[in-house]
Each structure stands twice: as C-alpha cells, then as structure tokens.
C-alpha cells in the first residue's frame, strides 16, 4: 500500500509540473502532498505495528489510514483529471514522464469518444433534456487505474531493467 501510494505521489508530481493551468496544478500539488503525508503516516504505523503486535487499537489506526490513503489518491486522481482535461505539456525525454503523458493521453482519448457518443446517441425527453437513465458514465482515470490493475493482476511481471519503482511498474 505504501509503494502505491509513493507511485501515486509520482504520478501527480510529474503531472503537476506539465499542467498548463495554474489552478488545476496547484490543486494537484496539494493533493500530491496530503497523499504523502498520509502515506508517511501509514509508513510508520506499520513499522509501529510490526514491532509491536496485534492490538486492537494499531489495527483500526492502520485500516483508518488506509481509508484516508485511498481517499486521498482519488483526490489526486480526480485532480490529474481536472488538469488532463486543461490540457497538459509536452514532457521530456525522461521515460516515466512519458508513461504518464501517455496515461494521461489514453484516458482523454477515452472520454472524448464517450463524449462523442454521446452526442451522437443523446436520448431526450419530451422537454429535450438528456435521459440519464441507462446512460453510460463517463470514463475516469480512477476507472482506468481499476482497469489496469486488475489486467495486471492476471499476467505475470517481469522485473524491471531499471532500478526502484516506475509508474510503469505498479501499473497505477
């Protein structure tokens, strides 16, 4: 859970720092940095538990800071959505910047052809407003996060060429 998150923190620097929008990129940094701070927490709770043992009171600190873990990665998420969405950089030749930049790209590609859809399909009632009922949700990148992570789950890893942990690697 820790290394997730610490991906997650990754994943909302680099998109920060690509984010066109001034307001979009400072919601992202400070969601990034409520997600490691939370994570940090978690961290040492662990460490505390795994030295000490089985208390009932350690287990609900650890599973409470999981929830606010979780929580808070859907903040960065829905953020990195808000800032896909204004648009982003081009971003450099680094390979992780990349993986996200084409994260990112695959996921707009995703709700652009929905929003199409849509449009194309749009039901409406007798007063001309859109039916919600049956209407597919728009795509989001907690929806793709999901996607990838239970493909991932169903085909092996093979150990990464390069050292430490890639955004690549856990899949976001």
């Known amino acids: 859970m820790v290394s997730d998150g610490q991906v997650m923190v990754k994943f909302g620097n680099i998109l920060a720092k690509h984010c066109l929008d001034k307001r979009c990129c400072t919601e992202l940094l400070r ?4 997600t490691q701070s939370i994570n940090s927490q978690l961290s040492i709770i662990a460490r505390v538990k795994a030295v000490t043992g ?3 009171a ?10 606010n873990l979780i929580q808070a990665v859907q903040h960065v998420l829905r953020a ?9 950089g081009q971003p450099s030749a680094d390979p992780e910047e990349e993986e996200v930049a084409a994260f990112c790209q695959q996921w707009r ?3 652009t052809q ?3 859809k849509a449009a ?6 007798e007063l001309g407003l859109r039916k919600t009922r049956g209407a597919k949700a728009e795509p989001t990148l907690m929806s793709l996060v999901q996607e990838q992570s239970l ?3 169903n085909i092996p890893k093979h150990p990464s060429p390069r050292k430490g942990h890639t955004v690549r690697d856990r899949h976001l």
């Open 120 to 125: 194309l399909n749009s039901d409406r009632d």
């Open 58 to 67: 350690s287990s609900e600190l650890l599973l409470s800071n999981v929830q």
């Open 80 to 88: 990195a959505e808000a800032a896909c969405v204004k648009g982003l």
């Open 151 to 153: 493909w991932s789950r």
């Open 54 to 56: 089985e208390s009932k």
């Open 109 to 111: 590609k995703s709700l």
């Open 114 to 116: 929905h929003r199409a």
């Open 31 to 34: 969601a990034t940095e409520h």
